[in-house]
């Protein structure tokens, strides 16, 4: 409930913008793109969303939740919320569960957004369209064991171990697949964890031989398959480059022109882009300013600089240091507007 609360709130503060702040810095629209009915049973369901946006030129989007609401009332989705909160993704899946059988249920995505831009920031809800779908009757005989996975195969993809499998025939359950594995074809093998898809990575395989086995369970009805093996598998550790480093750019300095502060230092060997930090203290937190590449150039205005004290730092970026070099020694400069 509090999360739907704090979505219904941060509905009437986009309301109350003006639409310059909302659909000239960003726009979008958010969709239930597939009900699965192959995947609706008395009790669980599984929904999928899917989230279009588009930014202005120095707008920073950043995708803070995703969600499904659903009821039983196509007006009113009340104390009925499934999300994916913090997954930074444009497409989602979400598993609902606790649901009446033989019931119609409405569903509709949701997204919430924060905005960066130039003149400021805010948060908006982006809600998409309502879907329905019907929960099926409770079965009441069931088979002792499920199905198991089928062609499980295991390969090193890099530095991890692909782990690969068909769904199993007839499937007809609400089910994840438990994926363990062991360092030898005794039995102790250990759980790596579980997923919705016939895929799995092994992002910390051992060095030598692995042995991975699968397994389909359900939780309604709950239930279990026997466990699916796939061949030994030889993990051989690739070899580690050194990280590649790059100098921080030196020289940085600051000065007001007319309305606007512009930035000059002196290049760096092997940087072919520059990125562009500001803060409004010395020890403060240094944001990246929305347009904040400078290219080869070594100098960039600041169009919009705080009114008062500008801190400055920069970092030198390449192609084999994409996240950049360190930061430089900050450029301070007062701004006074004219």
Request: aromatic share 12%; net charge negative; glycine share 6%.
């Amino acid at each position: 409930m509090k999360a739907l609360r704090n979505i219904v709130c941060l509905l009437v503060v986009a309301s109350c913008l003006p639409s310059c702040m909302r659909d000239d810095v960003v726009s979008g629209q958010v969709q239930t793109y597939a009900i699965d009915t192959t995947q609706v049973f008395a009790t669980t369901a599984i929904c999928r969303g899917e989230i279009k946006i588009n930014a202005g030129e120095d707008a920073n989007v950043k995708i803070i939740e995703t969600g499904i609401l659903y009821s039983e009332n196509e007006q009113e989705f009340v104390d009925s919320i499934s999300s994916t909160q913090g997954a930074a993704v444009t497409l989602f899946t979400c598993y609902l569960t606790e649901l009446k059988p033989q019931t119609q249920y409405y569903v509709r995505a949701y997204a919430v957004i924060d905005c960066k831009y130039s003149h400021g920031t805010y948060r908006n809800v982006l809600l998409g369209g309502i879907e329905p779908f019907t929960t099926k009757k409770n079965q009441e005989i069931e088979e002792d064991k499920m199905p198991a996975p089928r062609n499980v195969s295991a390969q090193q993809a890099g530095g991890a171990v692909s782990i690969t499998w068909n769904k199993p025939p007839e499937e007809t359950y609400l089910l994840w697949y438990i994926v363990e594995r062991n360092d030898s074809e005794n039995d102790n093998y250990m759980v790596l964890g579980t997923t919705f898809y016939e895929r799995f990575t092994d992002n910390t395989p051992l060095s030598g031989m692995n042995y991975y086995r699968v397994k389909t369970e359900a939780r309604y009805p709950q239930k279990d398959s026997n466990y699916a093996y796939t061949e030994p598998c030889l993990f051989v550790p690739p070899t580690v480059e050194p990280p590649a480093s790059l100098a921080a750019p030196t020289g940085v300095s600051a000065k007001q022109t007319e309305d606007y502060i512009e930035l000059t230092w002196i290049a760096v060997e092997g940087a072919n882009d520059y990125f562009i930090f500001r803060s409004s203290t010395e020890n403060g937190i240094y944001e990246q300013l929305p347009g904040g590449i400078a290219g080869k150039s070594t100098s960039w205005i600041d169009n919009y600089p705080l009114n008062g004290d500008n801190y400055y730092k920069i970092k030198s970026v390449s192609a084999s240091v994409p996240e950049g070099s360190t930061y430089s020694d900050y450029a301070y400069c007062i701004f006074i507007f004219p």
